[in-house]
């Protein structure tokens, strides 16, 4: 960790390399500020790449911290806008982003040419937008997160967009989708598949996208072109292919080879590559895989659509009968049966869809002007099917069950609560518009059964 002075007018800075530092401030005039990161090799005599990370949710270092090993690796500062949120507009956080822009493009030496932004999951789709917001954006990285809307894309602003996905993630499908609207506008792009627990791993396509974009700039004469770079990595990644090869991961061997095509192609020779592709495309198991993938999407989108129908149908119903049917779904998807690796994969990503509609319906529900708390109950009913250890979930339940005195449910799902395992006795006595609930002998009853030990001891008669 290296410490330096950063004059700007009458103002000296302290910085630290290689730490991520927080709350540094954008104006004193302004209460804004953000994080910042720079590489331990970091020195002022040269112009350096940038990745602004955006997190709408407030994790602002940890968001820095999950790109910090590929920013170190290849040379890139990392910033993170600590103000912007998913409670303002687009528009506010767009100008959030762009005054922390401007603050650090002030004081650091920034490459023009070479300035990205990226996210995680939701916050991926503000990242997307910021190339058409703001000028100068040349590259966006998303994880877990499509595109927020491709009708936007402008042609005059193109930008390079690298997707970085879990194969058992819920926008694997739309983020293939994203891929082809890309490639029918020309929009420079790839798609990094990685399977959640086998390698390559999220963190290793992080570095591989953070490598791909250096590339593109050095293609583009944006960056000085370092030979020695560009055969290493290319040698790091035809040597990824082959290993995929080797554990019969044909389609994603074949896809990174298609992507990494694109991108040395203006660097070097790429026959290797080629080569590779041609083998795989000739694999009979290849063959059998990707009919096999093509029709696993297809069963899987009918039964998107199904679940989106019929969630629909329930909150607005408010169809407490079918969580019984909800139930028998998500233990259908539970199972894992199959020895059919796309059909587990298929079934991991309808979990996550499931979920996702659920959080979906309860985000949309909150923001009205009047809530419809018994709409709530049902997801948050569901929530418990869906991810039995969502301790939030049932609180949720007791809570509005008890506001309006529906204290047979509230008390059913403090049981199933105790059930799973929790054993925060204080956090239960706690819950929101229980007042009255936590002193009736059946609340203490059910909390000294579990917990053997109760604020309220009942007395027996």
């Given at each position: 960790?290296?410490?330096?002075?950063?004059?700007?007018?009458?103002?000296?800075?302290?910085?630290?390399?290689?730490?991520?530092?927080?709350?540094?401030?954008?104006?004193?005039?302004?209460?804004?500020?953000?994080?910042?990161?720079?590489?331990?090799?970091?020195?002022?005599?040269?112009?350096?790449?940038?990745?602004?990370?955006?997190d709408?949710?407030?994790?602002?270092k940890?968001?820095?911290?999950?790109?910090?090993?590929?920013?170190?690796?290849?040379?890139?500062?990392?910033?993170?806008?600590?103000?912007?949120?998913?409670?303002?507009?687009?528009?506010?956080?767009a100008?959030?982003?762009?005054?922390?822009?401007?603050?650090?493009?002030?004081?650091?030496?920034?490459?023009?040419?070479?300035?990205?932004?990226?996210?995680?999951?939701?916050?991926?789709?503000?990242?997307?937008?910021?190339?058409?917001?703001?000028?100068?954006?040349?590259?966006?990285?998303?994880?877990?997160?499509?595109?927020?809307?491709?009708?936007v894309?402008?042609?005059?602003?193109?930008?390079?967009?690298?997707?970085?996905?879990?194969?058992?993630?819920?926008?694997?499908?739309?983020?293939?989708?994203?891929?082809?609207?890309?490639?029918?506008?020309?929009?420079?792009?790839q798609?990094?598949?990685?399977?959640?627990?086998?390698?390559?791993?999220?963190?290793?396509?992080?570095?591989?996208?953070?490598?791909?974009?250096?590339?593109?700039?050095?293609?583009?004469?944006?960056?000085?072109?370092?030979?020695?770079?560009?055969?290493?990595?290319?040698?790091?990644?035809?040597?990824?292919?082959?290993?995929l090869?080797?554990?019969?991961?044909?389609?994603?061997?074949?896809?990174?080879?298609?992507?990494?095509?694109?991108?040395?192609?203006?660097?070097?020779?790429?026959?290797?590559?080629?080569?590779?592709?041609?083998?795989i495309?000739?694999?009979?198991?290849?063959?059998e895989?990707?009919?096999a993938?093509?029709?696993?999407?297809?069963?899987?989108?009918?039964?998107?659509?199904?679940?989106?129908?019929?969630?629909?149908?329930?909150?607005?119903?408010?169809?407490f009968?079918?969580?019984?049917?909800?139930?028998?779904?998500?233990?259908?998807?539970?199972?894992?049966?199959?020895?059919?690796?796309?059909?587990?994969q298929?079934?991991?990503?309808?979990?996550?869809?499931?979920?996702?509609?659920t959080?979906?319906?309860?985000?949309?529900?909150?923001?009205?002007?009047?809530?419809d708390e018994?709409g709530?109950?049902?997801?948050?009913?569901?929530?418990?099917?869906?991810?039995?250890?969502?301790?939030?979930?049932?609180?949720?339940?007791?809570?509005?069950?008890?506001?309006?005195?529906?204290?047979?449910?509230?008390?059913?799902?403090?049981?199933?609560?105790?059930?799973?395992?929790?054993?925060?006795?204080?956090?239960?006595?706690?819950?929101?518009?229980?007042?009255?609930?936590?002193?009736?002998?059946?609340?203490?009853?059910?909390?000294?059964?579990?917990?053997?030990?109760?604020?309220?001891?009942?007395?027996?008669?």
């Amino acid at each position: 960790m290296i410490g330096f002075n950063i004059g700007l007018q009458s103002q000296t800075i302290s910085l630290k390399k290689g730490v991520v530092l927080e709350d540094l401030i954008v104006s004193d005039s302004i209460p804004e500020s953000y994080s910042l990161y720079l590489p331990t090799n970091f020195e002022v005599t040269k112009t350096w790449p940038i990745v602004f990370a955006v997190d709408l949710q407030g994790n602002h270092k940890q968001s820095l911290q999950m790109f910090k090993n590929a920013a170190e690796s290849n040379g890139y500062i990392l910033v993170a806008p600590n103000n912007i949120s998913d409670t303002l507009s687009i528009s506010d956080n767009a100008l959030i982003t762009k005054r922390v822009m401007n603050k650090v493009i002030s004081l650091l030496p920034i490459s023009r040419k070479q300035i990205y932004a990226a996210g995680f999951s939701e916050s991926g789709k503000f990242a997307s937008v910021l190339p058409i917001l703001i000028n100068n954006f040349k590259g966006v990285l998303t994880v877990n997160c499509p595109l927020a809307n491709t009708d936007v894309l402008d042609l005059k602003k193109m930008f390079h967009y690298i997707g970085v996905v879990d194969i058992n993630n819920y926008n694997f499908n739309e983020m293939n989708a994203n891929e082809k609207i890309l490639n029918i506008l020309r929009f420079p792009n790839q798609l990094l598949v990685y399977n959640q627990g086998t390698s390559p791993t999220m963190f290793d396509f992080i570095n591989t996208s953070f490598e791909m974009f250096s590339l593109d700039a050095m293609a583009k004469n944006n960056m000085v072109k370092d030979s020695i770079f560009i055969n290493e990595t290319y040698k790091t990644n035809i040597n990824l292919i082959e290993d995929l090869i080797s554990r019969k991961q044909l389609i994603q061997a074949f896809d990174l080879a298609t992507e990494l095509t694109n991108v040395y192609r203006p660097l070097l020779d790429v026959s290797q590559l080629r080569d590779l592709q041609k083998e795989i495309r000739k694999d009979r198991v290849y063959i059998e895989m990707k009919r096999a993938e093509s029709g696993i999407l297809f069963k899987e989108s009918l039964q998107q659509e199904d679940y989106d129908y019929a969630m629909f149908e329930d909150v607005s119903s408010y169809n407490f009968n079918n969580l019984g049917w909800w139930k028998f779904q998500m233990d259908q998807l539970n199972s894992q049966k199959s020895n059919n690796p796309f059909e587990l994969q298929m079934n991991n990503r309808l979990k996550s869809f499931v979920s996702f509609l659920t959080d979906k319906n309860i985000e949309d529900l909150r923001v009205e002007k009047i809530v419809d708390e018994e709409g709530l109950v049902f997801l948050f009913m569901l929530k418990t099917i869906i991810n039995p250890q969502d301790f939030d979930a049932y609180e949720n339940v007791i809570s509005l069950s008890a506001k309006n005195e529906d204290y047979t449910t509230s008390l059913f799902y403090l049981e199933e609560l105790l059930k799973v395992g929790f054993v925060d006795k204080n956090a239960l006595y706690q819950i929101e518009n229980t007042g009255l609930l936590r002193i009736a002998p059946e609340f203490n009853a059910l909390i000294l059964k579990y917990l053997n030990d109760a604020r309220y001891v009942p007395i027996e008669q």
